[in-house]
């Protein structure tokens, strides 16, 4: 097989880094967070964490590498309750994907994201011709996720808005509006595409 090359050494090094370095639930990091919940991981490098006291995660969920995780506009913030992102158990949460509370972000059990998906609570506002947008902002409004959904690649999903149980939303969908349980999504906005019958009761 050869020699290994330089390349190879530093793919090895950094697998082997990825693996030991991930923020699992008996690091020192995840006892900054509310709740960090058993068979959990972070995994590295993530793009940013910060105020993950007011963060509470679930068991058995995963991070994929270079999510963000932020809750308020910046480390220290004096927040308005403890509890502003909240994610439940058994969640994926793809590479890349960045998740901002300000007010509440609820994402319920079993939800899976693809890669690139972005949640936020808050938005910019331009009423204000003489004021740069980027310091401007609308009134921040919940969002929830509900249980067992699915987002795909590049999905946006705005404030105010709840998106149902079983939900499947397709990639690079922009969500602006409520979507109901047992239905298919897509579009920018999205609309429902397709109504799925509901699970058969036990």
Request: net charge neutral.
């Amino acid at each position: 097989m050869g020699r290994p090359t330089l390349g190879d050494l530093a793919l090895d090094g950094w697998e082997r880094l990825s693996r030991r370095a991930g923020l699992g639930p008996n690091s020192r990091r995840a006892r900054k967070f509310g709740t960090f919940g058993q068979g959990s991981l972070i995994c590295f490098p993530p793009q940013v964490i910060y105020n993950e006291h007011a963060m509470h995660i679930g068991e058995g969920t995963i991070f994929g590498p270079w999510c963000a995780l932020s809750v308020g506009m910046a480390p220290g913030q004096e927040l308005l309750s403890d509890r502003m992102l909240v994610i439940g158990d058994n969640c994926l949460i793809g590479r890349g994907c960045s998740i901002a509370a300000h007010f509440e972000v609820v994402i319920e059990d079993g939800v899976f994201f693809g890669p690139n998906v972005f949640v936020t609570d808050q938005n910019h506002d331009n009423s204000d011709p003489d004021l740069p947008i980027g310091k401007q902002s609308r009134p921040e409004k919940p969002v929830r996720i509900g249980a067992n959904s699915w987002l795909g690649t590049g999905v946006v999903v705005t404030p105010g808005v709840t998106i149902g149980k079983r939900v499947m939303v397709g990639a690079n969908s922009v969500v602006t509006t409520d979507l109901p349980d047992d239905c298919v999504a897509g579009g920018a906005p999205a609309r429902v595409l397709k109504s799925s019958p509901p699970p058969a009761e036990s």
